[in-house]
């Protein structure tokens, strides 16, 4: 049976209210909180309990998918270089600490230690670690691992290994260096997201890197049910997720839609092509809504909501998608000029009334006030395990009702694990951790 282990110290409560930031005067907060050694205890644990994962993933793409395995559950370990650690450390905004608050978000839940992977006796602590796991993630460039003779063949053979790369382990381009903002490109979203006459734009997130995290943690989940299936008997495997390809899966008929008569799917500003109505218009009072009027029943209770019932679908000209796909300039016309002349909140308040499709465009300080995220205790508090101030996270999804995942923690410090995980997995006294101390390989 595998065995969960999980740090003695639970920094998070359910359902308590955190402080407003003095910067937000008169504003409640809801939050999933943490939880005390007792109520934490009376809690359904995540449906990943017991598995023991090894994550030498970096940066944002594995450091996603080991998040996302430790909310869930999973016993994770996660080794970092000594001195300056994983490079998310120092990126975007830092606490008063000096550590970055993405790092707190991504780093959660995990136990993390230092290990110089570089020298000989460092890899034969990982490779010791390796062989007590279940599951081992990894994003270094193709080969790397192999080098060090830690690759899959090197390790024991039930041993799920998860490797997050560029372009995947194969091909004319396995080798090549592979951030999300050149991947996005290269898996197609840049082309497609954009104006026609404009370079193309790239959202201010990793979305591809986040992507690649979130596909690397499905494919170890189906690896394990694979195993389980076969009463854990079954050899490991080996998960490939390669950001480029993330991006491509998220492709929706762009492939077929080429192969069949050859139309390549261009960028479409703020609609999406071949559906008609669906857009991104400026109400009077100067803010963005969104607005979904695909479908024939939908359409029709939209545009009599914007005064043309004479343009519903009961009429052949707008009869099918297809139709108002040939008259789409027609129908946004009508439907922006309405937005235009209404306030956004009575644009919505009429779409709702409709029963139409639509939204406000949020920015992060919108949706941290928002009752809608609130009730669903989509922030939780957390502090580091070693102490220090307490962080808002957004919860990791999707929200499961029997076993749901938790914060435990906030990312914690540099090698603040680093002991205890070499003298519980491997038994190493103080000796030979003061050893391995003098000689900079933890």
Same mark, same amino acid.
């Given at each position: 049976?595998?065995?969960?282990? @999980?740090?003695?110290?639970?920094?998070? =409560?359910?359902?308590?209210?955190?402080?407003?930031?003095?910067?937000?005067? &008169?504003?409640?907060?809801?939050?999933?909180?943490?939880?005390? *050694?007792?109520?934490?205890?009376?809690?359904?644990?995540?449906?990943?309990?017991?598995?023991?994962?090894?994550?030498?993933?970096?940066?944002?793409?594995?450091?996603?998918?080991?998040?996302?395995?430790?909310?869930?559950?999973? !016993?994770?370990?996660?080794?970092?270089?000594?001195?300056?650690?994983?490079?998310?450390?120092?990126?975007?905004?830092?606490?008063? =600490? /000096?550590?970055?608050?993405? $790092?707190?978000?991504? /780093?959660?839940?995990?136990?993390?230690?230092?290990? !110089?992977?570089?020298?000989?006796?460092?890899?034969?602590?990982?490779?010791?670690?390796?062989?007590?796991?279940?599951?081992?993630?990894?994003?270094?460039?193709?080969?790397?691992?192999?080098? $060090?003779?830690?690759?899959?063949?090197?390790?024991?053979?039930?041993?799920?290994?998860?490797? %997050? @790369?560029?372009?995947?382990?194969?091909?004319?381009?396995?080798?090549?260096?592979?951030?999300?903002?050149?991947?996005?490109?290269?898996?197609?979203?840049?082309?497609?997201?954009?104006? #026609?006459?404009?370079?193309?734009?790239?959202?201010?997130?990793?979305?591809? !890197?986040?992507?690649?995290?979130?596909?690397?943690?499905?494919?170890?989940?189906?690896?394990?049910?694979?195993?389980?299936?076969? *009463?854990?008997? #079954?050899?490991?495997?080996?998960?490939?997720?390669?950001?480029?390809?993330?991006?491509?899966?998220?492709?929706?008929?762009?492939?077929?839609?080429?192969?069949?008569?050859?139309? !390549?799917?261009?960028? @479409? &500003? @703020?609609?999406?092509? /071949?559906?008609?109505?669906?857009?991104?218009?400026?109400?009077?009072?100067?803010?963005?809504?969104?607005?979904?009027?695909?479908?024939?029943?939908?359409?029709?209770?939209?545009?009599?909501?914007? &005064?043309?019932?004479?343009?519903?679908?009961?009429?052949?000209?707008? #009869?099918?998608?297809?139709?108002?796909?040939?008259?789409?300039?027609?129908?946004?016309?009508?439907?922006? *000029? $309405?937005?235009?002349?209404?306030?956004?909140?009575?644009?919505?308040?009429?779409?709702?009334?409709?029963?139409?499709?639509?939204?406000?465009?949020?920015?992060?300080?919108? %949706?941290?006030?928002?009752?809608?995220?609130?009730? +669903?205790?989509?922030?939780?508090?957390?502090?580091?395990?070693? /102490?220090?101030?307490?962080?808002?996270?957004?919860?990791?999804?999707?929200?499961?009702?029997?076993?749901?995942?938790?914060?435990? $923690?906030?990312?914690?410090?540099?090698?603040?694990?680093?002991?205890?995980?070499? +003298?519980?997995?491997?038994?190493? *006294?103080?000796?030979?951790?003061?050893?391995?101390?003098?000689?900079?390989?933890?």
């Amino acid at each position: 049976m595998l065995r969960f282990l @999980s740090c003695s110290c639970r920094q998070v =409560s359910h359902c308590a209210k955190s402080p407003v930031p003095a910067r937000y005067p &008169g504003l409640a907060r809801l939050h999933h909180s943490a939880l005390d *050694d007792e109520e934490a205890d009376s809690q359904p644990h995540g449906p990943l309990q017991g598995i023991k994962v090894l994550d030498l993933g970096q940066v944002v793409a594995g450091n996603f998918c080991g998040a996302a395995l430790a909310y869930f559950g999973a !016993d994770v370990t996660k080794v970092e270089p000594p001195g300056a650690g994983d490079a998310l450390r120092s990126l975007r905004t830092a606490d008063t =600490s /000096g550590t970055s608050l993405w $790092w707190r978000s991504y /780093g959660r839940n995990r136990r993390c230690m230092t290990v !110089d992977m570089r020298q000989e006796e460092g890899r034969q602590i990982i490779k010791q670690l390796a062989n007590k796991v279940d599951v081992l993630v990894e994003n270094f460039r193709p080969g790397v691992m192999e080098k $060090w003779k830690l690759g899959p063949k090197d390790l024991k053979p039930d041993l799920v290994f998860a490797r %997050i @790369s560029g372009y995947g382990q194969t091909g004319p381009k396995a080798q090549l260096a592979g951030y999300a903002s050149v991947c996005e490109a290269y898996g197609g979203f840049r082309h497609l997201n954009g104006f #026609a006459d404009r370079p193309p734009v790239r959202p201010n997130m990793s979305l591809g !890197d986040t992507l690649a995290g979130l596909h690397a943690a499905f494919g170890i989940v189906m690896a394990l049910l694979h195993r389980q299936r076969h *009463d854990n008997k #079954a050899p490991g495997q080996v998960v490939d997720a390669a950001i480029s390809e993330s991006m491509f899966n998220m492709m929706e008929g762009c492939i077929p839609e080429y192969a069949y008569n050859g139309h !390549d799917r261009p960028p @479409s &500003g @703020s609609t999406i092509s /071949g559906v008609v109505p669906s857009a991104t218009l400026q109400s009077k009072d100067g803010k963005y809504v969104i607005i979904g009027g695909n479908g024939d029943s939908v359409y029709s209770r939209l545009m009599a909501a914007v &005064g043309r019932p004479d343009m519903s679908s009961a009429n052949p000209l707008y #009869a099918t998608n297809t139709h108002r796909c040939q008259r789409a300039d027609e129908i946004y016309k009508v439907i922006g *000029d $309405w937005v235009a002349s209404h306030t956004h909140e009575e644009v919505l308040a009429a779409m709702a009334k409709a029963r139409v499709p639509s939204g406000p465009i949020l920015s992060t300080a919108d %949706i941290y006030r928002e009752e809608q995220y609130r009730q +669903r205790n989509m922030f939780e508090t957390a502090a580091p395990p070693g /102490g220090g101030e307490e962080v808002t996270l957004p919860a990791m999804l999707p929200v499961l009702t029997g076993t749901p995942g938790r914060t435990k $923690w906030a990312g914690p410090d540099l090698g603040h694990h680093t002991e205890e995980v070499l +003298r519980e997995q491997l038994k190493l *006294d103080d000796a030979a951790i003061v050893k391995l101390q003098q000689q900079k390989v933890i």
